[in-house]
Antibody, heavy 121, light 110 residues
Framework: EVQLLESGGGVVQPGESLKLSCAASGFDFPNYAMIWVRQAPGKGLEWVSTISGGGGNIWYAGPVKGRFTVSRDNSKNTVHLQMNNLRDGDTAIYYC??????????????WGQGALVSVSS | QSVLTQPPSASGTPGQRVTISCSGSNSNIGTNPINWYQKLPGTAPKLLIY???QRPSGVPDRFSGSKSGTSASLAISGLQSEDEADYYCATWDDSLRGVVFGGGTKLTVL
């Protein structure tokens, strides 16, 4: 059974940093892209970042480029999202999702329960 | 403003058939497969349709998807109260080099 478990959410002030982690199990982790998607209060789903199975290909959404860094540790079946210089607009529930073998894709067949990030002064 | 355009709302009565559209461009829907997600309040998104028209295991055959050119649609037949949710289309955009979601459609079962 595929399981994704996010951790690391919390309340921070603007300009501060936070690191989310997502522990995966139940599938051959190194072979699959991992994705971060967020949903701000009252808003729709927004793609944040994708990292390929080997970690060699990474893409970011425009609003987070230069501030967020995605990484993965295939020895620990874990993917991370380091978020720096957080802004009010980053307040959202952040979901990690299992992608496809083809990283540049949008089929996400399993999702974590989400981690709440709140940026407020 | 989302790259993929969906109607903000849709509605139907139990048993009816409803469709939700998703409009894009050559760099996204015109080139790449479309996927659909169902989002219930307080829960994680769920993959509903993948690669334009395929249903994951466990998704009822009341849900179907199609794609033509730069547009796609999700159809739900035999509408049930439990189908009341937000629905999102998504695909890869070759120009933006990233995933794009539609703005979401809130389905109400009257």
């Amino acid at each position: 059974e595929v399981q994704l478990l996010e951790s690391g959410g919390g309340v921070v002030q603007p300009g501060e940093s936070l690191k989310l982690s997502c522990a995966a199990s139940g599938f051959d982790f190194p072979n699959y892209a991992m994705i971060w998607v967020r949903q701000a209060p009252g808003k729709g789903l927004e793609w944040v970042s994708t990292i390929s199975g080997g970690g060699g290909n990474i893409w970011y959404a425009g609003p987070v480029k230069g501030r967020f860094t995605v990484s993965r540790d295939n020895s620990k079946n874990t993917v991370h999202l380091q978020m720096n210089n957080l802004r009010d607009g980053d307040t959202a529930i952040y979901y990690c999702a299992k992608g496809d073998i083809t990283a540049a894709a949008s089929r996400f067949d399993h999702w974590g329960q989400g981690a709440l990030v709140s940026v407020s002064s | 403003q989302s790259v993929l355009t969906q109607p903000p709302s849709a509605s139907g009565t139990p048993g009816q058939r409803v469709t939700i559209s998703c409009s894009g461009s050559n760099s996204n829907i015109g080139t790449n497969p479309i996927n659909w997600y169902q989002k219930l309040p307080g829960t994680a998104p769920k993959l509903l349709i993948y690669t334009n028209s395929q249903r994951p295991s466990g998704v009822p055959d009341r849900f179907s998807g199609s794609k033509s050119g730069t547009s796609a649609s999700l159809a739900i037949s035999g509408l049930q109260s439990e189908d009341e949710a937000d629905y999102y289309c998504a695909t890869w955009d070759d120009s933006l080099r990233g995933v794009v979601f539609g703005g979401g459609t809130k389905l109400t079962v009257l």
